[in-house]
């Protein structure tokens, strides 16, 4: 599957989307795990890409999604966004751990 963006079990359409909503909120957290906004947004660039719904996480008015991706500089993370406004909103990211690592590569 390299070279492709898997989308498992999903119902949104990401050719709608108007780029990412970045505030005071969402940048002081991704910080907290040594995330730069770029970082983030570079992931939705770079294959592969592996975005799953994550309806245990989502509301009834907001659904979330998981993504497994790497920066430009191929640094492996797991970030959780949602959409809002039609633009990619980051909840939290961090570098991918153990199992998440394995099951990316998986992929490449």
Not at 1 to 26: A, P, S
Not at 51 to 71: A, Y
Not at 80 to 102: G, L, Y
Request: charged share 35%.
């Amino acid at each position: 599957m390299y070279g492709m963006v898997q989308y498992i079990g999903m119902k949104t359409d990401f050719n709608t989307l108007d780029g990412f909503e970045w505030d005071e909120g969402n940048l002081e957290h991704i910080k907290k795990h040594n995330v730069e906004a770029p970082e983030c947004e570079e992931m939705f660039f770079n294959l592969p890409l592996l975005i799953n719904e994550d309806p245990e996480h989502s509301s009834k008015t907001e659904m979330r999604f998981e993504v497994l991706g790497q920066t430009n500089e191929r640094r492996k993370l797991f970030l959780v966004f949602t959409i809002r406004n039609k633009k990619i909103r980051i909840i939290s990211t961090r570098d991918q751990n153990q199992k998440e690592r394995r099951e990316y590569e998986k992929q490449t």
